[in-house]
């Protein structure tokens, strides 16, 4: 199974990288999952959610992503 502390380790490497861009403003659905894909080595998951969606998660120029709560069932 998938640790926690190397999947928030792995994410939040992964967000400072992608939300550093001057393009990117957001929190990408995509980028997560594959942490839990590619890095965890996994099949498939069911009902990620980012700050409760299940979508891209926006952010304002003066943001910045920061891992918090993590919870696999």
């Known amino acids: ?6 999947f928030k380790e792995l994410t939040q490497q992964r967000l400072y990288t ?4 001057a393009e990117n403003h957001y ?9 839990i894909i590619v890095e965890g080595d996994a099949d498939d998951h069911e009902e990620l959610k980012i700050n409760g969606y299940a979508d891209n998660f926006y952010l304002s120029d003066e943001e910045f992503p920061v891992v918090g709560e993590v919870n696999f069932t």
């Open 1 to 6: 199974m998938f640790q926690t502390t190397n």
């Open 27 to 35: 929190v990408s659905y995509a980028q997560v999952s594959s942490v």
């Open 18 to 21: 992608d939300t550093t861009k």
